[in-house]
């Protein structure tokens, strides 16, 4: 049985001469809180919308709870709650419209559950869409991505207009809940802090391309922040493999390392050199490194 919810294998994209998706795969097993983290423009939205089925992959396949999702989108997108970038919701209906309107599309929808995230946005079902604040905005938003308990949930930016209570304490909760009740959740964002917290694994995208994709314990094992100490001054940069950044110099530097710990210490010793200090990066840092990295 093939536990992926979702499979994107190979796929480019262009968009006149901007490349968006450059040879982009990725799986994303059922169950698990997937990060989907890059800089502004990195293609995260445009990959998003070849899960959707929004665009066709012109290069490579995407598979989506086995299906392809232009091909089959009723199959595949009553199972999807998305909260689009844009947060679009109709601006003429009042939010207990929209909830009742949308029901009937969802088998699944869940009317206890999408009152009790109404109360828990403090959201008026009497008040119309085009009177709500941005932040109320996008509480409506999750709440019609969540309210049919999808089995795929996409959240693209979904921070975006949220105040720190509703974005550290409720999403978080949410998005956990979900994974935990075995559904599977994409999160785009490029608030890595953000994702730390939630994401069990990271898809780092990079201009279009996937730079590392893991599990958050695993790439946190393989990258380490170490400063050497050298006996005498260092004209260049200590060579250590693996190092994505390298800073200090000449006689103490501070670089991080992607690989194994052991490996990066005997490599230290035969440059002669001293470890002072040795730490685990955050995973912003670590995604700093490694687009920095890419982009020489
Ligand atoms: P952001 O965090 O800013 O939303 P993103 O990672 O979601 O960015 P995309 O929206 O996927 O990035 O865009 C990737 C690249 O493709 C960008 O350079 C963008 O300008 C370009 N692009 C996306 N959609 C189109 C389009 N319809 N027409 C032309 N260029 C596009």
Same mark, same amino acid.
């Given at each position: 049985? #093939?536990? #992926?919810?979702?499979?994107?294998?190979? $796929?480019?994209?262009?968009?006149?001469?901007? $490349?968006?998706?450059?040879?982009?795969?990725?799986?994303?097993?059922?169950?698990?809180?997937? &990060?989907?983290?890059?800089? #502004?423009?990195?293609?995260?939205?445009?990959?998003?919308?070849? *899960?959707?089925?929004?665009?066709?992959?012109?290069?490579?396949?995407?598979? $989506?709870?086995?299906?392809?999702? $232009?091909?089959?989108?009723?199959?595949?997108?009553?199972?999807?709650?998305?909260?689009?970038?844009?947060?679009?919701?109709?601006?003429?209906?009042?939010?207990?419209?929209?909830?009742?309107?949308?029901?009937?599309?969802?088998?699944?929808?869940?009317?206890?559950?999408?009152?009790?995230?109404?109360?828990?946005?403090?959201?008026?079902?009497?008040?119309?869409?085009?009177?709500?604040?941005? &932040?109320?905005?996008?509480?409506?938003?999750?709440?019609?991505?969540?309210?049919?308990?999808?089995?795929?949930?996409?959240?693209?930016?979904?921070?975006?207009?949220?105040?720190?209570? *509703?974005?550290?304490?409720?999403?978080?909760?949410?998005?956990?809940? /979900?994974?935990?009740?075995?559904?599977?959740?994409?999160?785009?964002? %490029?608030? /890595?802090?953000?994702?730390?917290? /939630?994401?069990?694994? /990271?898809?780092?995208?990079?201009?279009?391309?996937?730079?590392?994709?893991?599990?958050?314990?695993?790439?946190?094992?393989? %990258? %380490?922040?170490?400063?050497?100490?050298?006996?005498?001054?260092?004209?260049?940069?200590?060579?250590?493999? &693996?190092?994505?950044?390298?800073?200090?110099?000449?006689?103490?530097?501070?670089?991080?390392?992607? &690989?194994?710990?052991?490996?990066?210490?005997?490599?230290?010793?035969?440059?002669?050199?001293?470890?002072?200090?040795?730490?685990?990066?955050?995973?912003?840092?670590?995604?700093?490194?490694?687009?920095? #990295?890419?982009?020489?």
């Amino acid at each position: 049985m #093939n536990d #992926n919810t979702i499979e994107i294998s190979q $796929v480019s994209r262009r968009f006149g001469k901007t $490349v968006a998706l450059d040879d982009v795969s990725l799986n994303v097993p059922q169950g698990i809180v997937m &990060g989907l983290i890059g800089e #502004n423009g990195a293609g995260k939205t445009t990959l998003i919308k070849h *899960v959707l089925g929004l665009l066709r992959a012109k290069t490579g396949g995407v598979r $989506v709870f086995g299906l392809d999702p $232009v091909r089959d989108p009723v199959g595949v997108l009553g199972r999807i709650g998305y909260l689009s970038e844009m947060r679009d919701l109709p601006e003429w209906m009042r939010i207990g419209e929209l909830m009742r309107y949308s029901r009937p599309f969802f088998p699944s929808w869940d009317q206890a559950y999408a009152e009790e995230l109404r109360e828990t946005f403090e959201l008026d079902s009497l008040q119309k869409i085009k009177t709500l604040s941005k &932040g109320q905005r996008a509480r409506t938003a999750l709440l019609m991505a969540l309210a049919h308990r999808p089995d795929l949930l996409l959240l693209d930016e979904p921070s975006t207009s949220l105040d720190p209570i *509703v974005r550290r304490d409720i999403l978080s909760a949410i998005i956990r809940t /979900v994974a935990d009740e075995g559904r599977t959740v994409l999160l785009s964002s %490029h608030l /890595v802090d953000e994702v730390e917290r /939630v994401a069990d694994s /990271v898809a780092i995208i990079h201009h279009g391309q996937m730079v590392l994709t893991d599990s958050v314990n695993k790439i946190k094992e393989t %990258h %380490h922040r170490l400063t050497l100490r050298f006996d005498e001054p260092q004209a260049g940069t200590p060579q250590l493999p &693996g190092a994505l950044s390298c800073v200090g110099g000449p006689l103490e530097w501070t670089l991080l390392c992607n &690989g194994q710990i052991d490996q990066l210490k005997d490599a230290a010793r035969t440059l002669d050199a001293h470890i002072v200090e040795q730490s685990t990066p955050t995973l912003e840092d670590i995604f700093i490194a490694q687009v920095k #990295n890419k982009a020489f």
